[in-house]
T-cell receptor
């Protein structure tokens, strides 16, 4: 079945700097890769996703890149702000598993 | 996007009792999922609940412990039975319009078993 690894587990950046979180997946048939942001006491919120037919997607300060050959995808947050502080999860939807598999999560702290 | 309401938002329960968590969606959805998130951990899928059929459970989760109902396309319940302190977690409901589409989550139910 699908296995998703996520790094780093914690990330501290200065306000205004960029943050990058990386994930690798094992199932070459996976074709949908969402990213979620979870704030304390709340459920995960979908912030961006990418499908296997594109290599990059941007939405304002957030971008996701996908390398299908290497089976890894990354979240890029530019011009970080204190409100970006949260736990971020990557996930992969396997073609045959019929479910989302989540990474372990990254605690992002943006210091002002 | 779908709006998902979960009840209760939190509860403290005695060991040996059961708690039923409700998940209501503002639109009809094909697939509903129940996840467990232990403190400081990632999300683990408990089961997939499709209307008109029995829930499909993941390895390590059984129907006797986590019975699920899915009476229609906008509602589902998860029961945590015969609770022990190890069941203390956040339980999350998730919905998707279909395979490989966006998944949305409720705000979660924070369960503490004492």
């Amino acid at each position: 079945g699908e296995n998703v690894e996520q790094h780093p587990s914690t990330l501290s950046v200065q306000e205004g700097d960029s943050a990058v979180i990386k994930c690798t997946y094992s199932d070459s048939a996976s074709n949908y890769f969402p990213w979620y942001k979870q704030e304390l006491g709340k459920g995960p919120q979908l912030i961006i996703d990418i499908r296997s037919n594109v290599g990059e997607k941007k939405d304002q300060r957030i971008a996701v890149t996908l390398n299908k050959t290497a089976k890894h995808f990354s979240l890029h947050i530019t011009e970080t702000q204190p409100e970006d502080s949260a736990v971020y999860f990557c996930a992969a939807w396997g073609e045959y598993g019929n479910k989302l598999v989540f990474g372990a999560g990254t605690i992002l702290r943006v210091k002002s | 996007s779908a709006v998902i309401s979960q009840k209760p938002s939190r509860d403290i329960c005695q060991r040996g009792t059961s708690l039923t968590i409700q998940c209501q969606v503002d639109s009809q959805v094909t697939m509903m999922f129940w996840y467990r998130q232990q403190p400081g951990q990632s999300l683990t899928l408990i089961a997939t609940a499709n209307q008109g059929s029995e829930a499909t459970y993941e390895s390590g989760f059984v129907i006797d412990k986590f019975p699920i109902s899915r009476p229609n396309l906008t509602f589902s319940t998860l029961t945590v039975s015969n609770m022990s302190p190890e069941d203390s977690s956040i339980y999350l409901c998730s919905v998707e319009a279909g395979k490989n589409t966006e998944a949305f989550f409720g705000q979660g139910t924070r369960l503490t078993v004492v």
